[in-house]
Every structure is written in structure tokens, then in C-alpha cells.
């Protein structure tokens, strides 16, 4: 595994018990090198990856607006900083809105949070859940694994970066359509045998009826 920078938030704000950090990482890692870049899910991910520009941060937070104040730093950090020493920040929330519905919340809030920093045009964020679920499909709908993460977790990214991999990546509009057919071929049972999931147990797997909808 390469070498993976990281920032901790948890030295002042210790995690609740039960959740280490070292283990969140790992557990993070071991997602992104699995799934996002074993099953190519997005082409963009190996090269910063390899390089070593991905930020990893743990966030303490244990309510929406404390994550809204993490998020506000990273995104400062992330404008402040050269692409090059750091491309991309995945801020990754294990003690903070376990429920989709309210993650789902919480994305307009930090949509709102860049505009305030003037950040628009310049950063966006992402949002990835254990639970996250596409409009219009079931919960154990496989499909629904593109943007499952084992915590819930903000990845934010630099348009120009976005710009520079969409130029040298012609068919970037099909990644979606793609990786959908790929965990369709996967099936539920082959995403469970890539053991992406949580160790931490405050996020065991949840149980079809606790599975929130993205609106």
C-alpha cells in the first residue's frame, strides 16, 4: 500500500469509544484500492493514488455541524495547497449521521458551505454513505455500491482536476452506465467478497428497512 498522507482531527476530539482511527483508514484504504481502483470505477483514482496526493482526515465530529465546520477547514487546506503535494481530501465522518436521510440532509449544507467560502467553480465535494441509495432503486439494489463507502465520507475534489482527467478520458460520461454493468455482473454476493466494509461497530451493516433514499 502506498505511502498515505493523512491529518488528524481526533487529538483534541477523541472518537467515540469503539472506533479507532487507524482502523478507519485502513478499513478507507482498503475501499479505494479494492473497489474504486480493482474494479476501475473511476479511471482517475489509481494515478493520485500511486502518487500519494489523496488526503485522508478523520473527523471526530458526532453532529452535522461540527462536520460542517471540518469540511469548511479541508476545503480552506485543499484551496491553499498545490495540486501537486495534494489532489484530492477524502474527510471521513465514523461517529457523524449513521442515517442516509440525514447525510442526504447534509449535502445541501455543504453545497452551500462552498458558495459562502467563494470556493464555486474552484472545489466541489462528493458524497459517499454506507448507505447511500439512488433514487428510484431498491436498497439492496447492487448498483447502489458506486457510492458506498464503509463510513460516511465527503471527497473533495478540484475542478481543474476534474477538467484535466475528463480531457484525456473522451468516454468519461459512460463511467457511470459502465460501472453500473460491472457491479450488475459482480452481483451482491461478489461486492461482499471484496470485504470493503466496516470494522468500527458502530457502523455494522444495516438492515434493508434502515436504508434511506437519495433524493
Known amino acids: ?100 436521510l440525514d447525510f442526504n440532509d447534509f449535502t445541501a449544507l455543504a453545497d452551500d458551505l462552498i458558495e459562502e467560502l467563494e470556493l464555486d467553480g474552484i472545489l466541489q465535494v462528493a458524497f459517499f454513505h454506507p448507505q447511500f441509495q439512488f433514487a428510484g432503486t431498491q436498497a439492496d439494489d447492487v448498483s447502489n455500491c458506486t457510492n458506498r463507502t464503509p463510513y460516511p465520507t465527503l471527497h473533495l475534489l478540484r475542478e481543474e482536476s476534474i477538467d484535466r482527467a475528463v480531457a484525456v478520458f473522451p468516454e468519461a460520461d459512460a463511467i457511470f452506465e459502465r460501472n453500473i454493468e460491472v457491479l450488475e455482473g459482480l452481483g451482491p454476493q461478489g461486492w461482499a467478497d471484496l470485504d470493503v466494509g466496516p470494522r468500527c461497530p458502530i457502523h455494522a451493516q444495516p438492515s434493508v428497512n434502515d436504508q434511506g433514499e437519495h433524493a
Open 1 to 100: 500500500m502506498p505511502s498515505s498522507p493523512h491529518s488528524s482531527l481526533t487529538e483534541t476530539s477523541p472518537l467515540p469509544n469503539g472506533i479507532r482511527e487507524d482502523v478507519v483508514l485502513q478499513d478507507t484504504m482498503r475501499w479505494l484500492e479494492r473497489a474504486v481502483i480493482g474494479l476501475n470505477l473511476c479511471p482517475f483514482a489509481k494515478g493520485v493514488h500511486v502518487k500519494g496526493q489523496v488526503h485522508y482526515v478523520v473527523s471526530p465530529a458526532a453532529d452535522p455541524q461540527a462536520l460542517l465546520g471540518d469540511l469548511r477547514r479541508e476545503l480552506l487546506a485543499l484551496n491553499a495547497i498545490s495540486a501537486e503535494e495534494r489532489d484530492t481530501t477524502l474527510l471521513i465522518a465514523p461517529a457523524c449521521m449513521e442515517d442516509f
